[in-house]
């Protein structure tokens, strides 16, 4: 059985949706379809995700949202005629929308998740009944009824452990199952939905809980590339990859994949599939649990801004016993959540997200680390980037460090920070954000010939 989850590029609109479907239906394996809403039609388009969150501050604001709402409609509406199903469709998605839009609004973020998972679910029953209407088998099941259980966190909601047992009775249903991705029930009975672009994550835990052979996530790209190509023109393909190397890149931003949408299929070990709804015959990228690859091989250079660090230094800091672990308490008590620390003998970084870490923040945890450490030294590096080189294959093999190294002071990149994990997966140099592409193309063209 093959889980297959589309993209809103796939769903942007109804030849987008046909060609969706008839790829669910050239093969009986693809018995469980998880949709994302409807994307962008072109570079300029709005998602219909963005049009429900405009429409839901609309109306939180108080004003009468009929202009938004009616951009809502009007997608679905015209996606409903082009695939020739009917007033019907229309009127009920209107319907559900005004539905929503009567819910309480007490809690802000509760309303808006009520209307952001509008998107995927219209969607998603638009997508059963169009299949039906060509002669197969098909059915809507909603998330609720699928005992899809996620965290009462609105907009950022993580599985609950329960949902894999109930999730796994999909697998029973005859026929093609059309599922909506992005967004469950909380225990509360709310509905809440998953960050951003989450209908991967969606479809991840459907294919651990059925124990799918294959999870296909089909996108708009023939495959994922060694590096990005808004940085490198004409990068490579990468046709395999493990999933250890697809999280630490898409950690450093490869957003082909969700980053949270690795866990549940690692822990089940079925297989990722990365094709193409526009070009079904590119081969793609197959991630898998592991992968045979030459020695000192790197599979992908990924980078990502928006880093800052914290400095912190203090003579005879190896014998203070408790040092790290009072230093970042301090950074869970502010609410912080870290990425790196590398360390010296008498210094230690924290490196963090840029955008969780505002002026006001800032000034208390100096003024904390100041007081209660008795540091030496403590201050703030503002417009980091980390840029990464990944790959399984570089375990165990000398010189890949100084190659990089190499590459990036023949670029004149001056790495401020590097950092690299004991699985030797992945090696992180810390650099300024106006380095970034400079310090990617340094080591594309070391790594993988020179850039064309
Ligand atoms: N529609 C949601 C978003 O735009 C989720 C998704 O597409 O995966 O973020």
Redesign the pocket.
């Known amino acids: 059985m093959k889980v297959c989850k589309f993209?809103?590029t796939s769903m942007a609109d109804a030849a987008q949706i046909r060609k969706a479907c008839g790829i669910v239906l050239a093969d009986p394996e693809r018995r469980l379809v998880v949709v994302?809403?409807p994307?962008k039609r072109s570079k300029t388009d709005v998602?219909?995700?963005?049009l429900l969150i405009a429409l839901a501050e609309k109306a939180l604001g108080g004003a009468p949202p009929e202009k938004e709402l009616a951009a809502v409609l009007d997608r679905y509406a015209g996606i409903a005629r082009d695939l020739g199903l009917g007033e019907g469709v229309a009127r009920r998605i209107e319907a559900d929308l005004r539905g929503r839009l009567a819910a309480d609004r007490t809690n802000r973020a509760r309303f808006l998740d009520t209307l952001?998972a509008a998107?995927?679910d219209n969607c998603a029953r638009l997508v059963a009944e169009y299949l039906a209407s060509t002669g197969a088998e098909a059915r809507y099941v909603s998330p609720r009824e699928a005992g899809l259980l996620l965290t009462h966190e609105f907009g950022n909601a993580q599985v609950l452990p329960e949902s894999y047992k109930n999730l796994a009775k999909l697998r029973d249903l005859p026929g093609i199952t059309v599922f909506p991705?992005?967004f469950g029930y909380s225990p509360q009975g709310a509905v809440v939905t998953?960050p951003?672009?989450?209908?991967?994550i969606t479809g991840s835990i459907l294919a651990a809980a059925v124990k799918a052979d294959v999870y296909e996530n089909w996108t708009d790209v023939d495959s994922v590339f060694v590096a990005s190509p808004a940085i490198v023109p004409g990068p490579r393909p990468l046709p395999e990859i493990t999933y250890r190397e697809m999280r630490e890149l898409s950690y450093a931003g490869f957003g082909v994949f969700?980053e949270e949408a690795l866990a549940p299929v690692f822990h089940a070990g079925v297989p990722v599939s990365i094709k193409n709804t526009n070009n079904p015959s590119a081969v793609g990228t197959y991630i898998r649990p592991d992968r045979t690859c030459p020695a000192g091989q790197v599979a992908g250079i990924a980078a990502a801004d928006g880093f800052c660090s914290i400095y912190v230094s203090k003579y005879l800091m190896n014998r203070e016993i408790g040092f790290g672990r009072r230093l970042l308490q301090i950074l869970e008590e502010e609410g912080l959540s870290y990425e790196h620390t590398p360390s010296g003998i008498d210094n230690i970084s924290v490196i963090l997200r840029e955008k969780q870490f505002g002026a006001a923040r800032e000034a208390r945890v100096l003024e904390r680390v100041r007081r209660e450490l008795a540091v030496d030294d403590v201050s703030v590096e503002r417009g980091l980037a980390l840029v990464m080189v990944v790959g399984e294959c570089m375990r165990r093999v000398v010189g890949i460090a100084a190659r990089a190294t190499a590459a990036f002071a023949r670029a004149g990149v001056n790495i401020e920070m590097i950092n690299q994990g004991s699985s030797e997966v992945s090696m992180m140099f810390g650099v300024k954000v106006a380095d970034m592409a400079r310090a990617v193309r340094a080591l594309y063209d070391e790594f993988f010939g020179r850039a064309n």
Do not use: I, P, Q, W
């Open positions: 993209g809103g994302s809403a994307g998602k219909v995700t963005d952001k998107g995927e991705g992005f998953l951003r672009g989450g209908s991967d969700h």
